[in-house]
């Protein structure tokens, strides 16, 4: 197993990517990735999750399907000359034993893994490659889908001039419809509040929910940036863009000072922003009929 350094490189490695991308006016989890589909295994089809979406996504490649080198060397491809494979985490579960008690508890470890994208490779059978189809429905019909498939959802009211989620009633306040410029505008921060409200302790009784003000008075908290991430995935899943007002100077400098600081924000607020789209999504761990499978099935492609 790896010791508390190793585990520290790992955040360290991935928050410096994060980093480097803001330091370059790329915010990962509000950019528009929607075109080239969720990054995916393209052996196993399991969809990658958590922060492995965004350091994958991010790589710009207009189809984001993706294999180990063992996987491509399995079906005859070869890595194309001067390419880099990218790396993404892995998570595993492991027994550990307590000698004093004789108690067995489960602990997760992770390592980095790499990848390449099916742009660098050659020779992977036409079998193989994936088939690219447009989406069959409009984005709207998609978000209005899945507000219908979210269980335990908050009461959502039209009625007031400013948006809100209020935890004491668990009520979600949205301006009226016609107020908005565009429905993805709605959507967009809708979802928003739809993330916050997962936090609800009827719900998945979120640390991070309960310890900050209602309306998270700190734009740079693990809430904020959970609400930010989540948002961003639901906006994924459905095809809405991911550019907002948010990419001004200020926010990303914000964001790379508390960065800096916390080696494992990024990796941690990820995780938590992943359960609670799951949640929305009513994804169970496990359900291997999941459109996004749990990354940590990844293990047996090793």
């Given at each position: 197993?790896?010791?508390?350094?190793?585990?520290?490189?790992?955040?360290?490695?991935?928050?410096?990517?994060?980093?480097?991308?803001?330091?370059?006016?790329?915010?990962?989890?509000?950019?528009?990735?929607?075109?080239?589909?969720?990054?995916?295994?393209?052996?196993?089809?399991?969809?990658?999750?958590?922060?492995?979406?965004?350091?994958?996504s991010?790589?710009?490649?207009?189809v984001?399907?993706?294999?180990?080198?063992?996987?491509?060397?399995?079906?005859?491809?070869?890595?194309?000359?001067?390419?880099?494979?990218?790396?993404?985490?892995?998570?595993?579960?492991?027994?550990?034993?307590?000698?004093?008690?004789?108690?067995?508890?489960?602990?997760?470890?992770?390592?980095?893994?790499?990848?390449?994208?099916?742009?660098?490779?050659?020779?992977?059978?036409?079998?193989?490659m994936?088939?690219?189809?447009?989406?069959?429905?409009?984005?709207?019909?998609?978000?209005?889908?899945?507000?219908?498939?979210?269980?335990?959802?908050?009461?959502?009211?039209?009625?007031?001039?400013?948006?809100?989620?209020?935890?004491?009633?668990?009520?979600?306040?949205?301006?009226?419809?016609?107020?908005?410029?565009?429905?993805?505008?709605?959507?967009?921060?809708?979802?928003?509040?739809?993330?916050?409200?997962?936090?609800?302790?009827?719900?998945?009784?979120?640390?991070?929910?309960?310890?900050?003000?209602?309306?998270?008075?700190?734009?740079?908290?693990?809430?904020?940036?959970?609400?930010?991430?989540?948002?961003?995935?639901?906006?994924?899943?459905?095809?809405?863009?991911m550019?907002?007002?948010?990419?001004?100077?200020?926010?990303?400098e914000?964001?790379?000072?508390?960065?800096?600081?916390?080696?494992?924000?990024?990796?941690?607020?990820?995780?938590?922003?992943?359960?609670?789209?799951?949640?929305?999504?009513?994804?169970?761990?496990?359900?291997?009929?999941?459109?996004?499978?749990?990354?940590?099935?990844?293990?047996e492609?090793?």
């Amino acid at each position: 197993m790896q010791n508390k350094n190793q585990l520290l490189d790992v955040h360290e490695f991935v928050t410096d990517s994060i980093i480097k991308k803001l330091e370059q006016g790329i915010i990962p989890w509000k950019h528009p990735y929607i075109n080239a589909g969720f990054p995916q295994n393209l052996i196993t089809k399991k969809f990658y999750r958590g922060i492995n979406l965004w350091l994958l996504s991010s790589l710009n490649y207009p189809v984001n399907q993706f294999l180990t080198l063992k996987q491509l060397k399995d079906i005859g491809g070869t890595v194309k000359k001067n390419e880099t494979a990218h790396p993404i985490i892995f998570w595993k579960w492991t027994e550990v034993k307590d000698e004093d008690t004789g108690q067995s508890t489960k602990v997760s470890f992770s390592r980095l893994m790499y990848v390449f994208n099916i742009h660098q490779c050659n020779d992977i059978p036409d079998e193989k490659m994936p088939f690219i189809e447009d989406r069959a429905l409009p984005p709207i019909v998609e978000c209005e889908e899945l507000l219908g498939g979210m269980p335990q959802k908050p009461e959502i009211r039209h009625k007031g001039k400013i948006e809100m989620y209020n935890p004491c009633e668990d009520i979600i306040s949205m301006c009226l419809m016609k107020s908005y410029d565009k429905m993805e505008t709605y959507y967009s921060n809708l979802f928003h509040y739809l993330i916050r409200s997962t936090g609800h302790p009827k719900r998945l009784n979120r640390r991070e929910f309960l310890i900050t003000e209602p309306f998270v008075s700190d734009p740079y908290s693990i809430e904020a940036l959970v609400t930010e991430i989540g948002s961003s995935y639901l906006k994924f899943y459905v095809g809405l863009s991911m550019v907002d007002s948010n990419t001004n100077s200020t926010y990303i400098e914000g964001w790379l000072e508390k960065l800096k600081k916390d080696k494992r924000m990024i990796i941690y607020a990820s995780t938590l922003a992943q359960k609670a789209t799951d949640f929305i999504l009513n994804v169970k761990f496990g359900d291997a009929s999941a459109e996004q499978a749990p990354a940590e099935e990844m293990s047996e492609v090793l």
